[in-house]
């Protein structure tokens, strides 16, 4: 047998598969991918606003702190303390369930959800009287580092919306 007679010809092997066009399951992949992605950024935007009154009040509070250092005026930094908190937390609860309170009272809603109860000693009781007591006085009494630690745990842990 002659071999050189026989018309034989090279493998030729198929192209390989190709990435594109992409396999219908892939196009499922990325449908859902997106959804959830666009859910998530949609969540976290929420999330981000809703923080929006707690970012405010904070660099109202580093404001109202710097501007202390300058003045150290306990009774004006009381009055501002007293309305940051009162505008801080009508943000996050219904104003009819804190717009009416005075006193103990909203001391005791302003411990409400806290880890320990900043408003029931010494540096946040002041908040009652320190804006209502005579610029010229003796404020040997008040203890405003804690009353400002205070304040910064309050609005740093809000209150959930209700609504």
Not at 8 to 35: F, M, N, Q, T
Not at 62 to 71: D, N, P, Q, S, T
Not at 135 to 145: L, N
Request: zero cysteines; a neutral charge.
């Amino acid at each position: 047998m002659n071999d050189s007679g026989l018309p034989l010809r090279d493998l030729h092997l198929p192209e390989p598969v190709g990435w594109w066009p992409l396999a219908p399951g892939w196009w499922a992949v990325i449908a859902v991918g997106s959804v959830v992605l666009a859910y998530l950024l949609w969540r976290l935007y929420l999330r981000w606003q809703a923080n929006a009154p707690r970012r405010y009040a904070m660099r109202e509070l580093a404001r109202y702190e710097a501007e202390y250092l300058v003045h150290r005026d306990p009774v004006t930094l009381g009055k501002q303390l007293s309305e940051l908190l009162r505008r801080g937390m009508l943000a996050y609860a219904p104003r009819e369930q804190i717009a009416g309170l005075t006193g103990e009272q909203w001391l005791a809603w302003l411990d409400q959800g806290m880890p320990l109860p900043y408003f029931h000693t010494e540096g946040g009781k002041s908040l009652l009287s320190l804006p209502y007591r005579d610029p010229e006085g003796d404020f040997s009494d008040i203890d405003v580092s804690a009353l400002l630690a205070a304040v910064r745990m309050r609005l740093s842990v809000p209150l959930p919306r209700t609504a």
